[in-house]
């Protein structure tokens, strides 16, 4: 894998969060048959192995990854087939919403504006204004052995920012969408991405939503109820605008991160008895003090 292979490379600069140290290795395979070679190496050296996509719903450690980090974003490749669209799993969900408006197909709108690439949205089941990718899903293409194999979306156990994909490599998909208006995309596209505007701190680095919502509740209201809107650790900061969300000041680390999330999780429960669930995947090694700390493997796919 020589000359493939970057070492000591910032992941900071491959975050939404803008957060995280080193990568062991770090390599930008062009095509399924090279990522399937990393994988295998990989294995074969017993290193841990992590793919990454866009970067959101994903805090890496001050302390890097220690193990193959491979981003997925040179996997482009999209094709329309009447009312299908298969994509390969490191485009994001913004292109592809944009070859579904110019092909007059509809049901990507909601998801529009989320800055991640199919592959990990497939995994979290990612979703937004009700509407949720699994929704969508005719057929997964995973990796098993180094050969990909083909899963129908009735397969796949669909939940709540998760799924049965977890742990599993994906490659890309196909989406069945429905013939609509072109206009009439474009308007949702539109309205969608204001609400976004509207209700999301993006002025500010962050994952996206830190929680998942408890049934019957809303982790932003729990949040802001609790008067956690504007609590900081370091240059860690629950945002003012919206309490799910934590927002990167400038200069926080991911141990800033990781204590202010504790600091939450514990108010919330103390003030209502109910156990907040993170939705953001960690991954790497978090510093909490000399003797303190904490290895994430990867695997995510995001």
Request: hydrophobic content about 45%; aromatic content about 6%; glycine content about 14%.
């Amino acid at each position: 894998m020589r000359g493939v292979l970057e070492r000591g490379v910032p992941l900071r600069d491959y975050t939404t969060f803008r957060i995280g140290g080193p990568a062991q290795y770090l390599a930008v395979p062009s095509s399924v048959e090279e990522f399937v070679r990393l994988e295998e190496w990989a294995r074969r050296e017993g290193l841990p192995f992590l793919l990454l996509g866009g970067g959101s719903n994903l805090l890496v450690g001050d302390g890097g990854f220690p193990g193959l980090v491979v981003l997925t974003r040179e996997l482009m490749e999209v094709e329309v087939d009447g009312h299908r669209i298969r994509a390969q799993g490191g485009v994001f969900l913004g292109l592809l919403s944009a070859f579904a408006l110019r092909g007059g197909l509809s049901g990507l709108e909601p998801l529009a504006g989320i800055p991640g690439t199919l592959g990990g949205a497939l995994v979290m089941n990612a979703g937004a204004f009700g509407r949720t990718l699994g929704d969508l899903v005719e057929e997964v293409e995973v990796l098993v052995d180094g050969k990909v194999e083909v899963l129908r979306g009735v397969e796949v156990d669909w939940g709540y920012r998760t799924s049965s994909l977890k742990g599993s490599t994906v490659v890309g998909a196909t989406l069945k969408l429905v013939p609509g208006d072109g206009g009439k995309i474009r308007e949702d596209m539109v309205r969608f991405a204001r609400l976004r505007r509207q209700k999301q701190p993006l002025d500010f680095p962050s994952a996206g939503s830190v929680f998942k919502n408890p049934p019957g509740h809303s982790a932003g209201r729990l949040i802001d109820e609790a008067g956690l809107k504007g609590a900081r650790v370091g240059d860690a900061m629950v945002s003012p605008l919206h309490a799910n969300f934590i927002v990167n000041l400038g200069q926080a680390r991911a141990r800033d991160v990781r204590l202010l999330v504790e600091v939450v999780k514990e108010r919330v429960r103390e003030r209502f008895s109910i156990s907040l669930e993170e939705e953001i995947v960690y991954a790497g090694v978090f510093e909490f003090g000399e003797d303190e700390d904490c290895a994430a493997a990867g695997g995510a796919f995001l």
